[in-house]
Every structure is written in C-alpha cells, then in structure tokens.
C-alpha cells in the first residue's frame, strides 16, 4: 500500500496534485490532521484501499506540532510513505491567489502569509522526500510531473452509450452522434425483434459503401474529438449514438466503435434503451 502525503504553500498546486493523484486510483483526503494519518492508514488498509493520498498544510497549524511524532509512528507501518512538497516564489503565488479572489488561511495580507507560511510548513519541508518549485508551471505540467514521479499512468477511457432519440438524448455525454441516416432494420420483419449486437441486424444495417463510407467518417470524428480532449489532460469522453429507438442501428455503431478504437480504451457505458424497444 502506498501512503503520499501532499504539502506546501497555499496556491503553490496542492489541488492540483490531489485531483491528479486521485484520478490515478488513489483515495484522497484534504487537509487531515497529522495525528489521523496513522489512523486513515489503518482503516484503508482493513478496507483494501492499496493507494492513499493527503493534504496536510497550514490549515491544520494547530495540529502540525504533532507532525514528527506521527510521521515516525506512520514509517514504522508504512514501508512506501513519501511527503511531496510544493512550493513557488511569493510574486506567482500572489498572482494566483489574485485570480481566485480566495482569502489565505493565515488571513493577514498575503505577502506576510507568504513568509509565516513558510516557516509554518518548514517541518514538513524538512521530512519530504520530493520538493517541486511549480514557480513556472502549468497545472498541466505538473500533474504530468507527478504521474512521473510516483510512476503512474492516467487511464483514458472512451465511454459509447446507445439510445433513441425518442426516449430523448442522454444529458451527461460530451457529444451526441445521430446514425438515423443510415438502412433501419426495424422495416425487416426478421431483424425487428433482434438488436444490433446480432450479427444479421450489423450487416444489414453497414450493407453497401455509403454506409460504411458514413462509417469511417463517423468513427474518425470520435477518434479526433476524444484525442484532442486527452492531449488536454481529460481522463475520458463520452459519446451519445442515437437512431429512432435505440435497439439497432445506434447499438451496432457503438458496438463496432469499441471494436475499432481500442487504443482510447473505450467502455460501453450502456445500450441504454436496446432493453426497452427489444421489449416492446
């Protein structure tokens, strides 16, 4: 089990860090008390949580004076603990806070929050195994700084759900593809009842080159669309296929999607309304 402690001078990217941490498939806490560190360690590992990660940082200074004693008696249990440090100089750290309008937790002005956090946090910049000066980075860049350091990927995950439009478009997709245009099976007496994970029901509905040519158009669009969104630190993209019902034709697109974009790790979500017409 791996246990990272994240610290550092407000604005300097902890956010970032947890956020990327728990995109990974670590759990994430904010702003635990040091003294709960052994204690989440414990029930995680009874829970077979195998990946944890913390904030801990001036806004917990009235428990940091147990911070040397719980970190000993952590170490003693946790053989993979590591503390990451963050840290930028005062003129980019008043910049950011600038933009987000947010009050510094120690509350005076901030140039002197600056300086007392500093010296606050100076116990667990002393403990921590990586320091990262994120004076002139990107959230981007350091999110993939960490992947690297802690040797982890970002899985990406492309997700198709099927519906019928009759039964309205799913609202928490990030575009929505209508395939009404191509042959409906519903009009073949045979290939009504079936869906369009059935072999017979897929090619009728690809059976000539203007609807294969539909196809690969359609297939290259999604493939373009959820690229971009990964080279943007996206962790997935979800794409709506809809024909008249659901049951056919929206089905053995999506099917056949997963099939040929297994490089952006595609997930049927759902063939959301197959069930209701294959129903009916």
């Not at 956020?19 to 040091?34: I, S, Y």
């Not at 952590?74 to 003129?91: G, K």
């Not at 116990?123 to 860049?141: G, N």
């Not at 690809?206 to 294969?212: A, G, I, K, L, Y």
Request: with cysteine; proline share 5%.
């Amino acid at each position: 089990m791996g246990f990272v402690v994240v610290s550092g001078l407000s604005g300097s990217g902890k956010s970032t860090v947890l956020r990327t941490l728990e995109d990974a498939g670590f759990f994430t806490t904010d702003n635990l008390p040091p003294e709960l560190w052994g204690t989440l360690h414990d029930l995680a590992q009874a829970r077979g949580l195998r990946r944890i990660a913390v904030t801990t940082d001036a806004r917990t200074r009235e428990f940091l004076s147990a911070l040397e004693d719980s970190y000993v008696r952590l170490s003693r249990r946790q053989e993979d603990l590591r503390v990451l440090y963050l840290e930028a100089n005062s003129e980019v750290l008043l910049r950011r806070y600038n933009l987000t309008r947010r009050e510094h937790p120690l509350g005076d002005t901030l140039l002197v929050d600056f300086a007392r956090e500093r010296e606050l946090l100076a116990p667990l910049r002393s403990i921590a195994d990586t320091v990262i000066d994120t004076t002139s980075m990107s959230a981007k860049e350091l999110s993939e700084r960490v992947l690297q350091i802690f040797r982890l990927e970002q899985d990406f995950h492309l997700r198709l759900v099927s519906f019928g439009f009759k039964h309205t478009p799913p609202r928490d997709v990030d575009m929505v593809l209508d395939v009404r245009s191509l042959p409906n099976p519903y009009y073949d007496p045979e290939l009504r009842p079936r869906t369009g994970l059935d072999p017979a029901v897929a090619r009728y509905v690809f059976q000539d080159q203007p609807s294969e040519d539909f196809y690969a158009e359609l297939r290259d669009f999604v493939r373009m669309a959820a690229t971009r969104a990964k080279t943007t630190g996206r962790h997935g993209y979800a794409v709506g296929i809809g024909c008249t019902g659901g049951q056919h034709r929206s089905v053995a697109i999506a099917a056949r999607l997963a099939e040929d974009l297994k490089d952006l790790n595609p997930e049927i979500a759902d063939h959301r309304d197959m069930k209701i017409e294959a129903g009916t």
